[in-house]
């Protein structure tokens, strides 16, 4: 990607929609390799983005994924409805989970999203609102450097 070309796009996810799990992060992944970006770039951003379609489904009645490319960096925000995080520093510690029996048995639930999220950010930000849902900002950063 060069000059002052942008991309920009938004998907919907559904609360509870475990049969589409991952069609989003796919998506984004598809999207991100058409256009140019480096692999490693799109790893990352792709274990992100899956990360956060599945913290939606699992948890939140829906959201929207927002897409941003520019020349220096990829941003994915996922604004949600759904009971929000009361506890975000303990929501971020590695093996933390609420997961239920349900998600558990589908294989989910690990207490790994966020902390896989953070790891695969430059930027990383979470604001969440008991009641209220979620938002979380992920960037990254294409020259290699981080803010």
């Known amino acids: 990607m060069t000059g002052d070309k942008a991309f920009r796009t938004e998907f919907s996810v559904k609360g509870r929609e ?8 796919c998506r984004i992944k598809n999207l991100l390799k058409d256009i140019g970006i480096d692999a490693g ?14 913290n939606v489904i699992m948890y939140a009645r829906q959201a929207v994924i927002s897409l941003a490319v520019t020349p220096e960096k990829v941003s994915i925000i996922v604004d949600d409805e759904g009971p ?6 303990l929501a ?5 989970s609420t997961a239920t029996r349900e998600m558990r048995e589908l294989g989910f639930g690990a207490g790994m ?8 950010s430059d930027v990383f930000h979470l604001t969440s609102e008991p ?3 979620t938002r979380l900002e992920i960037t990254v950063c294409l020259d290699g450097s981080r803010p």
Request: cysteine-free.
């Open 84 to 89: 929000g995080i009361p506890d975000i520093n």
């Open 92 to 96: 971020m510690k590695e093996g933390f």
């Open 18 to 25: 475990f049969s589409r799990a991952g069609d989003v992060s």
């Open 131 to 133: 009641g209220q849902g």
């Open 113 to 120: 999203g966020l902390p896989n999220i953070r790891k695969n």
């Open 41 to 54: 770039t799109v790893r990352r951003l792709a274990i992100a983005a899956f990360e956060a379609e599945m």
